[in-house]
């Protein structure tokens, strides 16, 4: 059974600062999805990653993929407040999601 | 916005009670994906519908069906309501043999008392 697990669950950051949000999977896989969602809204797309050493950059975010490690990381650079959202990335093209990372940033 | 909608928005039914959720998926779009997000957890995959018929599905029960319609569009059928069935309900479309993401409507907030 595919298992999609994100780290870290919660994230606590202060402007300007960067991080990285890690996304492992358990079996092969070609392609990988980041989603963004604010509470109470639905899910926005911001990277479909499709090859091996896929990176993909979209302003303060930074999407990259390993498939022989089964690993996507989602670097955030000089965080600002509005990032404040869940963050979950997704796995095969039916799309498993992992749990989420809950990214608060503050002044 | 993405061009997929969903309705209702919100409902409420009572626990044994049947509920049918609906999508219209973006155009050209040949692909439908239903979803379960209880509070504070990640969309669980329910199933996906392609070309009118099931093409996947995750660890739900019977009770969990679906629909696709020549247009693409589609329902999600739960009967026998229970408790647990609370959450918000997304479908997302997409192209089957696409590289593109899916997109997803704003979902249905279903509430089960």
């Known amino acids: 059974e595919l298992k999609v697990e994100q780290n870290p669950l919660f994230l606590s950051m202060q402007e300007g600062k960067n991080y990285t949000i890690y996304c492992n999977y358990s079996t092969t896989s070609d392609r990988l999805y980041w989603y963004r969602q604010d509470p109470g809204k639905s899910l926005e797309s911001l990277f479909v990653?499709?090859?091996?050493?896929a990176v993909k950059q979209e302003g303060r975010l930074m999407a990259s993929l390993d498939t022989k490690a089964r690993l996507s990381t989602l670097h955030i650079t000089a965080a600002v407040h509005d990032l404040s959202a869940t963050y979950f990335c997704?796995?095969?093209?039916?799309?498993?999601f992992g749990a989420g990372t809950r990214l608060t940033v503050k002044p | 916005e993405t061009g997929v909608t969903q309705s209702p928005t919100h409902l409420i039914k009572t626990r044994g009670q049947q509920v049918t959720l609906r999508c219209s998926s973006q155009s050209g779009h040949n692909t439908v994906s239903w979803y379960q997000q209880a509070l504070g957890q990640g969309p669980q995959f329910i199933f996906q519908?392609?070309?009118?018929?099931?093409?996947g599905r995750g660890n739900f029960p019977p009770r969990f069906s679906g629909l696709q319609f020549p247009n693409y569009s589609s329902e999600l059928n739960v009967n026998a309501l229970e408790l647990d069935d609370s959450a918000l309900y997304l479908c997302?479309?997409?192209?089957?043999?696409?590289?593109?993401?899916?997109?997803f409507g704003q979902g249905t907030r279903l509430t089960v008392v």
């Open positions: 990653l499709l090859s091996n050493g």
């Open positions: 519908y392609y070309r009118e018929e099931e093409n």
């Open positions: 997302a479309s997409s192209v089957k043999t696409g590289n593109t993401e899916a997109f």
């Open positions: 997704a796995v095969e093209r039916d799309m498993r």
